[in-house]
Every structure is written in C-alpha cells, then in structure tokens.
C-alpha cells in the first residue's frame, strides 16, 4: 500500500527531512471577492466557537520545571530533520506567557479552548514519578479558562511520546498504552472534572503514517509492518484512556481525535474504485471501525495478511476495549485525497504552503456527514481546520490574511450545511491559534489567527483573527 498521508512526499521528493516548499500556488481569493461578505449564515444556539494547539507546538519550556525528553526534542535536534533546524525548545514561548495567552483567548471571544497537555511535562520518565510542577501548569491555565468563561478542552496525547518509552520501544511496544493509561488517570485525578471534554489521542494515523512509514515525523522510524501494530497500540491506548476517566466516576465526556481525508477516484474508470476503497480502509475505517464497530476494516486486514505484526499484535478483549462507548468524536479536517486506478494519488485543487493539502470545502460535509451515517457518534467536534499563509507585518503593523479568512469562511459555511443536514455538530476549533512550531516545516509556516514575532514574542491578532471574533460574537457567518 503506497500511504499518501497528509503530508506524504510528492513525486521528486526525498521521503524524510524538511517539505519543499507548494509545488501548486497557494489557494487565490478572487480579485475584487471580499472574503469578509457575510453570507447570513446562522449556527445553532449554543454552537462553541474555539480555537487549538497542542504543547510541544506552543509550550517551548522544554528544560524547566522538570519536563522529560519528548521523542520530538530528540528528532528536532537531530541535524537534516527540520526545516532549519527549528526546534520547539522556545517555540512560542506560551508555558511562560500563558496569562498574556488567555488574554488574547478571550478578546477573540473564544467559548473553546482546546491544548494538550504535555506527557514529558507531567510523568517525565513516561511512568512512575509524577511531576507535580508539571500538574500545576496545566492548573493555572485550567483555572485561568475557567474563570474566562472559556471551555477547556485538553488532548492527552499530541506526539510528544516521553523518550524513555521510546527507548524500551516506543508505540511498537503494548507496554506504552498500559503507560499511557496510568499518566492519563494521574491527569484526571489532578484536573478532575475541570476539564468538561477530554481528548485521548491526537491524529493516531499520522503517527503511523509519518512517524513510523514516511519517518519524517518523530520517532523517524521506516518499518510500514510495524507501522500499523502501532495503529493498534495507539487504539489500545484510547480505549484503555476512557477506561480510565470512566474509573474516576467523572461527568466529564470523552472520544478520540481523528483527521479524516474523505476519498475520491481520480478518473471515472470503475476499477479506481476499488482503490478508493482500500485507501479509504486505510485513511479512514482502520481508525474509525476499531473505535465504533470493535473490528477492524476486514480489506485492510486482508491486504495486510495474516502474519501482519497488525493481527499478530490484537489479543483477546482489545477490541472491546477499544470500542467502549464514547462521548464525542473530534474530526480534524484538512484535505481531500484523489485515488488512481493503480492506488496513487494526484492533486486537483489548489494547494498551501503545505504541499499535502488541498483546498476543498465540500471535503468538510462530506467526511461530516460521512462520520454521522456510517458511526453514528454521540457528538461531533471539529478540532482542527486551518491552513498556513505566508503572512507578513504590513507597513502599518497588521498582518492581512485575506486567504485564511476565506479559507474558513468556505469551510464554516460547509459545516453549516451539515449541521443543517443533521449532523450533531457542537463546536468547531480553528488550526491554530497562534503561529507554532508545525513539526518538520518548523517556523516556516504560520497557521495561526494570531501572529507570533518569535524574535520578541510579540502577538498580533491577523485580519482572520478580528474577522473570527465578530463571527464568534454574532453567532453567524
Ligand atoms: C495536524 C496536527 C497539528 C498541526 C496541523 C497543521 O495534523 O494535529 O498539530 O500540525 O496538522
């Protein structure tokens, strides 16, 4: 199976190190269109608007308080695995500047608020000892939400795998969910019921996918076999985490974080789809059917064979575990795929900076409506949706990023749709709230609505930004 992630190298690309830069010119807004326009568009009472980053991203901090090493640190300082090297040492500084943070949260009038919370920071050695300055952390920005009126909405796991585990042998090794579990119930019984929506783990396919397949992401590994043993341990891991808020009593609810791709042939020729169908297996069922249905994709177990580490890896009762009701499923959407006949992939929208992703916003109904008729999940959020501008400080000090503005105006209005269609849609975060360290393309992309001078660490809110604050406040697009 040739896996064309999100951000799986295009044809002439070297599989691991730093992204070229798009290969197609970034997504116009059409001369004389104003992105702004409203298109009277309103979201149902109570609809939460929010925004999303994840610790390593943002915290930087990555020596204070007694954090552990991150596979991330590691694969960051490692020479060739970055784009200049960057690292999220300092990032955009947030673990010291939280309380300025919060601020900005809530002049943009965010109900929302979702971030991660750092493994490393909290168990520094991934088990045994916990790391009670770590805990504190997560407190003040807890607390400091709370007091806002803004919901927190924390990810347990964003990446950031605690190096030591890496070294007995990472998400390749079940030992790692049973670990996970256990730093999960330390967070729940420190943060308790604060936390009204928790998330387990973040985007399990592009930790297999790019970290253990493509190897441009940490841990850097290239073992397509193992790759999808890791699928299942990640499972495990989700479901041994809502095991254990489920233990606590707590009224807090509960579900995984999935980017979904939805699928579409390339060419009219009857035989592309069955292509799609194995990649949608791939890029989709493989993560969703465990969590929903407690098997999985039986094409994709075919494909993999029976002496696949995959099925060699799934012991009696994971998939009960894995399947537990939950709460709330978190979909992050960033691009469609284009399957070929022969199980390629080719581009038919225009990219962003990222050269992985294409802009189409129909993408977002459809894989919307897709989730609520084929898994019928108790909720929907969307977690993440955003994408990187080339933006720059004006000469009058504003940065003007009209793209991003259209960009999630099209998106929301797609969201809109669905809602009206019946999807149980309650909130939706933009990727990202500020600009962050974006993995392999380090500081060379800016997601955020709002602009980090990372030589000072001053924030400016982008034109999206205040466009975002006054749909927040009108409740409508
Ligand atoms: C998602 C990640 C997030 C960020 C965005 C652009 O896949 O979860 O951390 O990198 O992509």
Known sequence: MSVSTRRAPQAGEPSAGPIPPALLPVAPVEPGSDPEARLGLRFPDG???????????????????????????????TTGRTANGDTGDIAADHYARYAEDLGLIQDLGLRSYRFSISWPRVQPDGRGAINQRGLDFYRRLVDGLLERGISPMATLFHWDTPQTLQDGGGWASRDTAYRFADYASAVFDALGESVPVWLTVNEPKTVVQNGYIIGHHAPGIRDEPVAYLVAHHLALAHGLGVQALRATGSASRIGGALNLHPCYAADDNPLTLDAVRLYDGYENRLYLDPMFKGHYPQDVLDHQGPASPLLQGIKDGDLEIISQPTDILAVQYYTPIYVTTDGGTVQKHPTTEAAWQQVYPPGMYDILTRVTRDYAPASLTVTENGLPCPDEIGVDGSVDDAARVSFLRDHLAEAHRAIGDGVPLESYHVWSLMDNFEWEAGYDQRWGLIYVDYPTQRRIFKRSANWYRSVISDNSL
């Open 47 to 77: 609809f939460s608007w929010g925004a999303a980053t994840s610790a390593y991203q943002v915290e930087g901090a990555a020596a204070v308080d007694g954090r552990g090493p991150s596979v991330w640190d590691t694969f960051a300082r």
